[in-house]
């Protein structure tokens, strides 16, 4: 949505009046409560026309914020509350749109805000004006050419903490799209005297405080300064820190200034050591010393500071020295030196501080002047700010004060001057008879002043240049001559007799009457300061000086271009470059700032009426409201005004259709206003007196409130409708969604239940069709099953036939063939006898016995009872025979394979086949056994002498001589002994000594135990109660435990006729003296590879662990 666009003014809102042409009644009381009042609303702008009265707030005001320059931009002058944004618009824009050069002249005394105010409207101007890195850096520079300056420039006064010492004017100039391009600065008459000397409570310049403050050390000491202000005799100590001012910080922001501004390196260098140098130079003192020809003679009385001076600055120390010892003039080519007393030298060295000092002033103006000049050469538009210290009335007011109360006075010439001339030339140009207006001219003290015979400049010029001795007090006198009939010139001494008895003014003073007040000057040091002198001695060492800076301040103590010319005095310089200044401002269309301090204490909130009255009286404020109405006090264009006051007339309202002007006279006539009160110009409406205005004002505020009422009854009615009418419509829109979605519900009803009874029907035909579908499988199925049961019974009807066809063809052969029998027999019977047959019969058998033997005698196995072949049998009948024939033939060839044993051979193969039924399928070691020859006596004890003792205690045959191990009753650990098994006993001997260790009668042995496993262990159980038996079962084990079982069971067999009890079990009980151990035997264990261990486990339990 466009932004509607919102006409306001001035006039809306308003405290007090915004524009005191408006003020009724008017007069002075008037004007100063309307301030008070304004200024107690933080309304510090208030207008005269177009006039900006600015009062100091004191304080940091919301007023200057970004958004607020936004609100300003392009608004006219009276559209919103007096700011100086509204004038600094005007200006740009008359400037860059009707292309007037502008000036903007802030007057108003020290303190007043002169200073921000020009801050103020650089940095509007600044905002509004084109943009671009270029533009940017232009503008950049431009701004940061004020820090600089007023570092320089700038002072603590008792006024103002901020003072200007100089005047400043700052030309800004624009292209034709008001872009800016650069500018160009001038300075007035820098208060140089504060270099070497500060009134009570003042400071010197803010950079020789911010240098110490805010200089590194490394700086500092390359400058050969301390940081202690008390060091320095320039520097007043009693306010040497400031309030609210931060001098180590202001000294960054100056540096960083001056790099913007574009200062090189080396020169910031050169001007901080030229301000080093100045500061020094306090520091040099003097000491008298009286010469023999009676002349007075000083002397520096420490030269320290000198030579550092001189080094900071590459001047020959003895060209210094001398130049504060001696003043050389020259005069008709003759030259005469003469000698320095010490207040002369004193009055040198404060001659080259002030000159050094206000030198590199100028030289900084010019060095930012390059810096800022605008590149093309395009022409320019021009706004000039002009920011000048504003009229000053100390208690002791000198030279200073008496040049810059001038300049005012011409700065208020000019203002009257420009404004009437506005006021005429508009006037003029709206046609409307112009009338003659009374007011306070000044031209009078200016030209008291500044005129070229008669004028007080003028004659102290005449005074410094007369030759004879001159002093201030002769200047007086001459004063007092001239301008003693003077009408603003007062004088004790003057001829005229009218101050004669006025005591309060003292006789070395002379007193003006400015248009802002009296001002009493002392004149002592008009004609020095006038005269502005410096030795020639003294430039001449400068500018011998081994520092580029130092030297080209000092352009005339080359002694090449020695000019005996005196150089024009200060009075007469600042008169000239003030007539420039006035020039310059003549050319240009003037804005007005009038600054006002509204008290002493620099306080926010003070407004000091008395103080404000003196200003706005030597401002000529009231002057100038006067003459803004003398015709007419307000005047303005027919748009506006008819767009403001349309709404009083019936005609006019809402709309005029015709001309703006035509539109306010029909206005004007209805309103019934007298036609003494307004005038109609060109382009404007006048009207003579603000009490018609404010009567406009308050008809249209009450016809506002009638057609607020009316307007708030139209909105309401209208408020009221529109929501009737867009509750209709949501109605209607409610409704007819109500109606959709309850439609959709009854169609979403209707859907599902249609999808219901159809799904049913569906369900129901297809298990309707699944029924049939399952009733023609079914049938389709039975009728393969009567198929198959039909197929079935033709097959096994056919089958039958066929089986009864073969056995009716059978039958047939066999009747065939016995009818064939019967029909031979009864052809052949005649052939035969009646038992031929069995003969036949028999005969066959017995061809067929003797084949079946022949043939067996060729098919005869081998004779090896283990052949297990046999001829198959080749008929039926001798089924028997042929089993009965192969059980006599294995008999038979096993007669014959034992018939070729002899008795030993037979003996071991009883005992072989003993052992075959004792251990086959019963114990596991049995199997390797049965290849191993049974050997008994595999000991050789009668052979072996070893054993011979042990043959001599046997006597009978032994059969069985064999190692076995002794299982140890204890551990289970194995000990070897010798088995003996004679006919009659078992024994045991030591294996190496042949020693009988026990001996048991084979009546004695009740059993022999042993596992079903793959081991050597057997038990031999004795008799309960034998003498054997005291020591307990023994536990042994042998590599031929079979054949040696086999044995101790045929041995007592056949001694004792009874059968040895062999028990094969893998866990029986061994009887150890008192106690039955039981031993187990388990398989697995792999630790002694195949051999078997035996572990006692417990009291209880020996374990044989098995591979
Ligand atoms: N618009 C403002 N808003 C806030 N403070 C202000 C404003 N104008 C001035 N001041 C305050 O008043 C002080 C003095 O103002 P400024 O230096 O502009 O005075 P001046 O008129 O230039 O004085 P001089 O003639 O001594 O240079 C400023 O340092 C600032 O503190
Ligand atoms: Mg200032």
């Given at each position: ?682 382009s404007k409406i006048f009207i003579r007196n603000p009490r018609t205005l404010f009567k406009l004002e308050d008809l249209r505020k009450q016809r506002l409130e009638d057609l607020a009422t009316l307007i708030g009854k139209i909105y309401r009615g209208w408020k009221c409708r529109t929501r009737f009418l867009l509750m209709k419509k949501c109605q209607i829109i409610i409704a007819s969604w109500y109606r959709r979605y309850s439609q959709q519900q009854k169609y979403q009803k209707i859907k599902s239940s249609a999808i219901t009874v159809q799904s049913y029907i569906r369900g129901w035909k297809a298990r309707k069709l699944l029924r049939e579908l399952k009733h023609l499988k079914r049938c389709n199925e039975a009728a393969t099953v009567i198929a198959a049961y039909w197929h079935g019974t033709q097959a096994r009807r056919e089958l039958k036939r066929l089986k009864e066809e073969a056995r009716r063809k059978h039958a047939v052969a066999v009747i065939w063939a016995y009818w064939l029998g019967l029909k031979v027999r009864r052809e052949y019977r005649k052939f035969f006898r009646a038992n031929a047959g069995r003969k036949i019969y028999e005969f066959t058998l017995q061809r067929l016995m003797q084949k079946y033997f022949l043939e067996m005698k060729n098919k005869m196995p081998s004779l090896s009872p283990i052949d297990k072949n046999w001829p198959a049998r080749p008929y039926l009948f001798l089924d028997s025979t042929h089993k009965e024939l192969k059980r006599i033939f294995h008999l038979w060839r ?214």
């Amino acid at each position: 949505m466009a932004k509607m666009e919102v006409k306001t003014s001035l006039l809306d809102d308003m405290i007090g009046v915004g524009d005191m042409v408006l003020l009724e009644p008017l007069n002075e009381d008037s004007f100063i409560n309307n301030l008070k009042k304004r200024f107690d609303h933080n309304e510090v702008y208030t207008y005269i026309g177009s006039v900006v009265i600015s009062i100091n707030p004191y304080r940091s005001l919301p007023i200057y914020t970004p958004e607020k320059v936004e609100e300003y931009r392009n608004r006219n002058f009276y559209e919103l509350s007096p700011h100086i944004f509204a004038l600094s618009d005007e200006a740009y824009r008359s400037l860059r749109d009707q292309d007037k050069d502008q000036c903007i002249l802030i007057t108003g005394e020290s303190g007043a805000g002169k200073t921000e105010a020009s801050k103020l409207v650089m940095s509007y101007v600044a905002a509004v004006c084109g943009k671009g890195a270029e533009v940017n850096q232009v503008k950049e520079q431009l701004l940061q050419s004020n820090p600089v300056l007023e570092a320089f420039g700038n002072a603590k006064t008792v006024r103002n903490d901020n003072s200007s010492r100089f005047g400043k004017y700052m030309d800004i100039e624009f292209d034709f799209k008001g872009d800016p391009l650069g500018g160009v600065i001038s300075n007035y008459l820098l208060e140089k005297s504060r270099v070497v000397k500060q009134p009570r409570g003042e400071r010197n310049f803010h950079i020789f405080y911010q240098i110490l403050s805010g200089a590194s050390e490394e700086f500092l000491c390359k400058l050969k300064l301390e940081r202690d202000f008390s060091r320095y005799n320039y520097l007043g100590l009693d306010s040497a820190r400031v309030n609210g001012v931060d001098d180590a910080s202001n000294f960054r922001t100056v540096r960083n200034a001056m790099q913007i501004v574009g200062f090189m390196d080396h020169e910031t260098q050169s001007v901080f050591e030229v301000v080093a140098a100045v500061l020094k130079l306090g520091n040099i003192e003097f000491k008298p010393e009286s010469r023999a020809n009676g002349l007075d003679e000083s002397k520096i009385k420490d030269k320290n500071e000198l030579k550092e001076i001189c080094e900071l600055t590459g001047i020959d120390q003895s060209v210094l020295e001398r130049a504060f010892s001696f003043r050389t003039v020259e005069a008709k080519q003759e030259k005469v030196s003469t000698t320095l007393n010490v207040a002369q030298a004193y009055y040198a060295r404060d001659a080259l501080a002030k000159n050094l000092y206000s030198r590199l002033f100028s030289w900084l103006v010019t060095r930012i002047n390059e810096s800022i000049k605008a590149q093309t050469k395009v022409r320019k538009k021009v706004m000039g700010v002009l920011d000048i210290y504003g009229f000053e009335i100390f208690e002791d007011n000198s030279f200073e004060q008496f040049i810059i109360n001038y300049c005012n006075e011409k700065l208020q010439q000019i203002f009257i001057e420009l404004t009437l001339k506005e006021e005429q030339e508009e006037y003029i140009r709206e046609g409307i008879e112009w009338t003659h207006i009374e007011y306070f001219n000044n031209a009078i003290i200016c030209d008291l002043i500044e005129n070229n015979q008669t004028g007080i400049l003028a004659m102290l010029d005449e005074e410094c240049l007369r030759p004879g001795t001159v002093t201030d007090d002769t200047f007086l006198e001459k004063l007092n001559q001239v301008c003693a009939t003077h009408q603003h010139f007062e004088s004790r001494m003057s001829k005229c007799s009218r101050f004669l008895n006025d005591t309060s003014l003292p006789h070395s003073c002379f007193r003006i009457q400015h248009y802002a007040g009296k001002v009493m000057y002392q004149v002592e040091g008009f004609v020095d300061k006038n005269n502005d002198l410096l030795y020639r001695d003294l430039s001449q060492a400068m500018w011998k000086a081994n520092h580029s800076l130092i030297k080209a301040l000092f352009p005339e103590g080359n002694p090449a271009k020695i000019n005996l010319k005196r150089p024009p005095t200060a009075g007469s310089q600042f008169k000239a470059s003030v007539a420039t200044l006035m020039k310059n401002l003549q050319t240009k269309n003037p804005n007005y700032i009038r600054c006002i301090k509204p008290n002493d204490k620099k306080a926010a909130h003070v407004f000091n009426e008395a103080l404000v009255c003196h200003q706005i009286r030597y401002l000529g404020l009231l002057e100038n409201v006067r003459v803004r109405r003398a015709g007419y006090a307000f005047r303005q264009p027919y748009e506006p005004c008819l767009e403001r006051y349309k709404m009083l007339c019936k005609q006019t309202w809402p709309h005029w259709r015709g001309p703006a002007r035509a539109g306010v006279e029909v206005l004007f006539n209805e309103l019934g206003i007298p036609e003494e009160e307004f005038s109609f110009g060109r382009s404007k409406i006048f009207i003579r007196n603000p009490r018609t205005l404010f009567k406009l004002e308050d008809l249209r505020k009450q016809r506002l409130e009638d057609l607020a009422t009316l307007i708030g009854k139209i909105y309401r009615g209208w408020k009221c409708r529109t929501r009737f009418l867009l509750m209709k419509k949501c109605q209607i829109i409610i409704a007819s969604w109500y109606r959709r979605y309850s439609q959709q519900q009854k169609y979403q009803k209707i859907k599902s239940s249609a999808i219901t009874v159809q799904s049913y029907i569906r369900g129901w035909k297809a298990r309707k069709l699944l029924r049939e579908l399952k009733h023609l499988k079914r049938c389709n199925e039975a009728a393969t099953v009567i198929a198959a049961y039909w197929h079935g019974t033709q097959a096994r009807r056919e089958l039958k036939r066929l089986k009864e066809e073969a056995r009716r063809k059978h039958a047939v052969a066999v009747i065939w063939a016995y009818w064939l029998g019967l029909k031979v027999r009864r052809e052949y019977r005649k052939f035969f006898r009646a038992n031929a047959g069995r003969k036949i019969y028999e005969f066959t058998l017995q061809r067929l016995m003797q084949k079946y033997f022949l043939e067996m005698k060729n098919k005869m196995p081998s004779l090896s009872p283990i052949d297990k072949n046999w001829p198959a049998r080749p008929y039926l009948f001798l089924d028997s025979t042929h089993k009965e024939l192969k059980r006599i033939f294995h008999l038979w060839r096993c007669k014959k394979y034992r018939d070729q044993f002899t008795d030993q051979q037979k003996l071991i193969y009883e005992e072989k086949l003993e052992a075959s039924e004792l251990f086959k399928d019963k114990k596991a070691l049995y199997p390797a056994s049965v290849g191993q020859p049974f050997q008994g006596a595999y000991l050789e004890i009668s052979e072996n002498p070893k054993y011979k003792k042990l043959k001599d205690a046997v006597d009978e045959k032994i059969i069985i001589a064999e190692v076995v191990n002794k299982i140890n009753r204890a551990n289970g650990k194995a000990a070897s002994r010798i088995f003996l098994l004679t006919k009659n006993n078992v024994l045991l001997a030591d294996q190496k000594s042949g020693t009988i260790k026990s001996e048991v009668p084979l009546g004695d042995v009740t059993k022999v135990s042993m596992s079903s496993q793959n081991d050597g262990f057997f038990a031999v159980h004795l008799k309960e109660g034998s003498e054997a038996a005291s020591k307990g079962d023994f536990l042994l084990s042998s590599d031929h435990l079979i054949e040696m079982a086999t044995k101790l069971y045929r041995t007592t067999l056949s001694q004792t006729k009874q059968k040895l009890n062999i028990e094969i079990s893998d866990e029986f009980l061994v009887q150890f003296k008192q106690d039955k151990v039981c031993v187990k035997f388990i398989q697995g264990s792999q630790k002694n590879g195949n051999i078997p261990t035996c572990k006692r486990k417990n009291n209880r339990l020996l374990e044989v662990a098995v591979p």
